[in-house]
């Protein structure tokens, strides 16, 4: 399998352009497969930049497992025929004096058996998932202007679901969406989420004291975050191994800080971000001196 990187870009040509940029070689040297073909939306809403893979490099055959030789099949050699001996009349066990009698093998109580002793549990692994720090619900004049704010925004986008709003600390109120179906809310990528938050923190703060709004649904939040730690830590070994920068997919300001964040300790790299918003990358580079 040959190695490969994902690309965005405004349409196809665009994406593999820059990655044959990023990559430093010519287009005869690399292979391309369309995953998302660009979208151009209704009035701007809805598009989506087009997102390409390209292969490059000679191609590695997976080691396949050396096929163990098979074990040979010991001969048993056959025993030695037993005499035959001359059957004796005995004495019918119920005639038997008592002490005389022994239990055959199948007639002796067998043992007791002591009680399996229970192996002692592995402890079961913590849920990948962390535990959200909501504080306390609340419902005071800024809850009461985001619940205010949501309910009729939902409304028009025709969603049952429900608003809760809680105060994890002074000045950052967490808003979670309960309800079935929320796929819709979040978006791609979290991107419609990101909108519904940027609506609601506008809304809230137009008057009065400014203060956060997070919001969540589906626990997506915790989950992203997850998701962008593993990929930053995957990207970093790859950097490592072949010594050569990768810039990841466009991200917000806060995925770009989970990313940063993740890698600030990881031996033999460093990040940076580079373009502008809504196209700015976190790009990972090799460090020699890291190491």
């Given at each position: 399998?040959?190695?490969?990187?994902?690309?965005?870009?405004k349409?196809q040509?665009d994406?593999?352009s820059?990655?044959l940029?990023?990559l430093g070689?010519?287009r005869?040297?690399v292979?391309?497969?369309?995953?998302?073909r660009e979208?151009?939306g209704f009035l701007?809403?809805?598009?989506?930049?087009a997102?390409i893979?390209v292969y490059?490099?000679?191609e590695?055959?997976e080691?396949?497992?050396?096929a163990?030789a098979?074990e040979?099949?010991?001969?048993?050699?056959p025993?030695?025929?037993?005499p035959?001996e001359?059957?004796?009349?005995?004495?019918?066990?119920?005639?038997r004096?008592?002490?005389?009698?022994?239990?055959?093998?199948?007639?002796?109580k067998p043992?007791?058996?002591?009680?399996a002793?229970?192996?002692?549990?592995?402890?079961?692994?913590e849920?990948?998932?962390?535990?959200?720090?909501?504080?306390?619900?609340?419902?005071?004049?800024?809850?009461q202007a985001i619940?205010?704010?949501?309910?009729?925004?939902?409304?028009?986008?025709?969603?049952?679901a429900?608003?809760?709003?809680?105060l994890?600390?002074?000045?950052?109120?967490?808003?979670?969406?309960?309800?079935q179906?929320?796929?819709a809310l979040?978006?791609?990528?979290?991107?419609?989420?990101?909108a519904?938050?940027?609506?609601?923190?506008?809304?809230?703060n137009?008057?009065?004291?400014?203060v956060?709004?997070?919001l969540?649904?589906?626990?997506y939040?915790?989950?992203?975050?997850?998701?962008?730690?593993?990929l930053?830590?995957?990207?970093a070994?790859?950097?490592?191994?072949?010594?050569?920068s990768?810039?990841?997919?466009?991200?917000?300001?806060y995925?770009r800080h989970?990313?940063?964040?993740a890698?600030?300790?990881?031996?033999?790299?460093?990040?940076?971000?580079?373009?502008?918003?809504p196209?700015?990358?976190v790009?990972?580079?090799?460090?020699?001196?890291k190491?």
């Amino acid at each position: 399998m040959r190695d490969f990187i994902d690309v965005t870009g405004k349409n196809q040509e665009d994406a593999t352009s820059k990655a044959l940029e990023q990559l430093g070689l010519d287009r005869d040297d690399v292979s391309v497969e369309v995953l998302e073909r660009e979208k151009a939306g209704f009035l701007g809403i809805g598009k989506s930049p087009a997102k390409i893979r390209v292969y490059y490099g000679p191609e590695k055959d997976e080691p396949k497992p050396a096929a163990s030789a098979p074990e040979p099949v010991p001969v048993q050699k056959p025993e030695p025929a037993k005499p035959v001996e001359a059957k004796r009349t005995e004495t019918p066990p119920a005639e038997r004096p008592e002490r005389e009698r022994r239990p055959r093998p199948a007639e002796r109580k067998p043992k007791p058996s002591r009680p399996a002793q229970a192996e002692p549990k592995e402890p079961k692994p913590e849920s990948s998932a962390p535990v959200q720090e909501l504080g306390e619900q609340v419902d005071d004049e800024k809850a009461q202007a985001i619940k205010t704010f949501l309910n009729g925004l939902l409304k028009q986008m025709e969603s049952t679901a429900e608003v809760e709003v809680y105060l994890p600390e002074k000045g950052r109120y967490k808003v979670l969406l309960k309800g079935q179906g929320l796929g819709a809310l979040i978006g791609r990528r979290g991107e419609t989420l990101d909108a519904i938050q940027q609506l609601t923190s506008y809304a809230v703060n137009r008057t009065g004291v400014r203060v956060r709004v997070q919001l969540d649904a589906e626990n997506y939040r915790e989950k992203r975050e997850q998701s962008l730690q593993h990929l930053a830590r995957k990207v970093a070994g790859k950097v490592v191994r072949y010594h050569r920068s990768v810039t990841l997919e466009p991200m917000n300001a806060y995925e770009r800080h989970v990313i940063h964040t993740a890698l600030q300790d990881f031996p033999g790299v460093s990040t940076h971000s580079t373009g502008t918003d809504p196209g700015r990358r976190v790009v990972v580079t090799y460090e020699r001196d890291k190491h």
